[in-house]
């Protein structure tokens, strides 16, 4: 026998020797002087005036918190009107608002999921691998973007029921889901369509309303959608968006939604006047995608691998967890702060780069990247810093 301590230095250490420890690094408000590539703010809302007074107004008005879940004291009118105007902007039957995507994720597909059959794509994020687990539902999971293996996988079940649940851009690689092929094939076979928004909602689609509403599935009822609040919104909270039976059902049992403290009345606020920027700045999504494409072909001028984005987000695909680490490393030395993706975030030799693109860069702010990617470049020629071995981590 081990003592406890022990085991979990041990797993620590094995996690060290293969470049995937990880460390709390507290920020300054300038995110320490270096040009902000990292975070999910792609439309440069979050220190937005307009969302920051409207926070504040909320406070004022309702209190720094909620005070308890929402079937008790955590709902309040700035709730209803949030869920009201995220249904009308999305053009959803209905929406109810979580304290974050995460836990919008557990409970729709969770509770709707339980006792029958999900099919999930293998890129989806972490929130919906970890809902699957919890609904105790028999879990396919299908290659990336397979519609042939979900069809395959709903053929043939025996459950009375399905979910079939993908993010509509996902986090990682950017690429945007098949999404009328995959509502075509639960059609066909009498299933859900669970389809998460965090990274579409305020990038893709007229006005940012979303992958599900630029493909024409908005008015479906047998389509549930997720979205959260603290990207392009640039606030925090999560929802879930579907007809009167979904949000009906979330309330009665989604456990993450009834046990939960009720979203903060700021993050109300501030996601409410973010949609008012959205809903009557009709070109800021445009400009964030054109920023991300902007990213996608300075990389592949530079002859790092990426691919075309479908949103906001611009992988660049390394391989090792070390080559990884070394090259976020030398980018923020030459002031830019990029994401740094290491297994279980991805699949091994996956290891990647994440730039995501904001709607507010400017050209000065391209020129700095064009820096930092060239030496990026010039590092991944460097034989020393080849494959590291990579340690098998649960997803």
């Not at 005070?67 to 709730?79: A, D, I, K, P, Q």
């Not at 893709?204 to 979205?227: E, K, N, P, Q, W």
């Not at 990026?376 to 494959?387: F, I, K, R, S, Y």
Request: glycine share 10%; aromatic share 2%; proline share 4%.
């Amino acid at each position: 026998m081990t003592r406890p301590l022990d085991r979990l230095r041990a797993a620590a250490a094995e996690r060290e020797s293969a470049g995937l420890r990880r460390a709390l690094r507290p920020r300054t408000p300038d995110h320490d002087g270096l040009l902000d590539l990292a975070s999910n703010d792609y439309l440069g809302l979050s220190r937005d005036e307009r969302l920051v007074e409207a926070a504040v107004r909320a406070v004022r008005e309702w209190g720094a918190g909620s005070t308890g879940s929402r079937l008790v004291t955590g709902s309040t009118r700035l709730h209803a009107e949030l869920e009201d105007r995220l249904a009308a902007f999305t053009g959803a039957a209905g929406a109810l608002v979580f304290s974050s995507g995460y836990l919008a994720n557990l409970a729709a597909v969770a509770a709707l999921g339980r006792g029958g059959l999900i099919v999930s794509d293998a890129g989806n994020h972490a929130s919906i691998v970890d809902a699957c687990r919890l609904s105790r539902a028999r879990v396919v999971v299908t290659p990336h973007g397979d519609v042939e293996a979900v069809d395959e996988a709903l053929a043939e079940r025996a459950e009375e029921h399905a979910l079939v649940v993908t993010d509509a851009v996902f986090s990682v690689d950017g690429d945007l889901a098949p999404l009328r092929a995959l509502h075509e094939t639960a059609v066909r076979h009498g299933a859900l369509l669970v389809v998460d928004e965090a990274h579409a909602l305020g990038v893709v689609g007229d006005h940012g309303r979303g992958a599900v509403h630029a493909a024409g599935l908005a008015g479906y009822t047998d389509i549930v959608r997720t979205i959260t609040l603290s990207k392009s919104l640039g606030s925090q909270g999560g929802a879930v968006l579907g007809a009167p039976e979904v949000i009906g059902t979330l309330v009665d049992t989604g456990r993450s939604f009834i046990f939960d403290t009720g979203l903060a009345p700021a993050c109300a606020g501030a996601a409410l006047a973010a949609l008012e920027i959205l809903e009557t700045t009709a070109d800021l999504p445009g400009r964030a995608r054109l920023r991300a494409g902007e990213l996608a072909a300075l990389a592949r001028e530079l002859g790092l691998p990426t691919a075309d984005p479908a949103a906001a987000v611009v992988p660049v695909v390394l391989g090792s967890p070390g080559l990884a680490l070394s090259a976020g490393a030398l980018c923020a030395e030459l002031g830019v702060r990029v994401g740094c993706f290491r297994p279980p975030s991805v699949p091994r030799g996956r290891s990647c780069l994440r730039l995501t693109a904001r709607a507010d860069l400017g050209s000065d702010d391209l020129a700095v990247v064009r820096g930092a990617l060239t030496a990026v470049a010039e590092l991944t020629m460097l034989p020393e810093l080849g494959d590291v071995a990579e340690l098998r981590v649960d997803r």
